[in-house]
């Protein structure tokens, strides 16, 4: 999967930034900082790595539900991660399940973004091998070109 450039993922200092930069922040910039924000944004992410640890779903609101998985191995012994001498022990999953309107809000800015000439997400360009798929099947022109990407 292609990547932009320069792109991290999300931190909590990148979303303290956020949060207090927005037009909404209602709390007085003086006594909220960006740091209090912080501190409280890793606290959460420490709650949620914890829940999880043991077991528990985390639900994001407006996002979608992050729910842990006990698996274990039944019959795939042509796997090599299953031949171990130990035998084959149970180990852990993620899944992630978004919710409806988050889905349908990045389906409509994906479709919207292919209209514009713009193929992806903001951060998130098709592959080439994506490219080629949708070239193939008309949903993009043939001399559709990738932006942005780390891809040569």
């Not at 900082?33 to 606290?43: A, K, S």
């Not at 399940?97 to 713009?118: P, Q, V």
Request: aromatic share 6%; net charge neutral; hydrophobic share 30%.
């Amino acid at each position: 999967m292609s990547r932009v450039k320069g792109t991290k993922s999300l931190s909590a200092f990148k979303m303290a930034k956020r949060i207090c930069d927005r037009t909404d922040n209602i709390y007085n910039k003086k006594l909220i900082n960006r740091h209090v924000v912080t501190d409280i944004l890793l606290m959460y992410m420490d709650e949620c790595y914890k829940a999880l640890k043991e077991g528990e779903r985390i639900e994001i609101s407006k996002v979608g539900t992050i729910i842990p998985e006990v698996k274990v191995h039944i019959g795939n012994y042509n796997l090599p991660m299953c031949n171990k001498e130990d035998g084959n022990p149970p180990y852990t999953k993620l899944k992630l399940t978004r919710n409806k309107l988050l889905g349908d809000a990045m389906n409509k800015a994906l479709t919207e973004n292919i209209e514009n000439g713009i193929y992806g997400l903001e951060h998130l360009p098709f592959s080439r091998q994506q490219m080629d798929i949708l070239r193939n099947s008309g949903y993009i022109p043939e001399d559709a070109e990738i932006e942005n990407s780390d891809e040569e």
